[in-house]
């Protein structure tokens, strides 16, 4: 099941991908700092079209595969464990020896 997900997750990722880069483009980077302020919130043609419908429906698709993938991977182990709680081993300290010429 875990691999029919990631599979399909994979798919959408990469048709996702290309339908984005097909749209084009209706306004300028005036739009990002708040250039075009008199028109409506999807521009004058609405929010009709294909690929808007089909990039929406992908999108969902992808959430969906992303938050099941993730349900279905994640361990039921239910012990709190921290990183804070881990115990490193304590090597003890060599030695300190006296270098070979000192002895004389």
């Not at 997750?9 to 749209?23: A, E, F, R, T």
């Not at 349900?71 to 039921?76: C, E, H, K, L």
């Amino acid at each position: 099941m875990q691999t029919a997900i990631l599979t399909l997750h994979v798919i959408v990722c990469v048709i996702l991908v290309m339908l984005v880069l097909l749209q084009s483009g209706r306004e300028g980077m005036g739009v990002i700092f708040g250039g075009g302020g008199n028109s409506s919130v999807f521009g004058s043609a609405g929010a009709g079209g294909i690929l808007a419908k089909l990039t929406t429906f992908l999108a969902v698709i992808f959430i969906c595969t992303s938050l099941g993938y993730n349900i279905m991977t994640s361990s039921t182990n239910k012990t709190v464990e921290s990183v804070l709680d881990v115990q490193f081993e304590e090597v003890p300290a060599a030695p300190a020896q006296a270098p070979a010429g000192a002895s004389k």
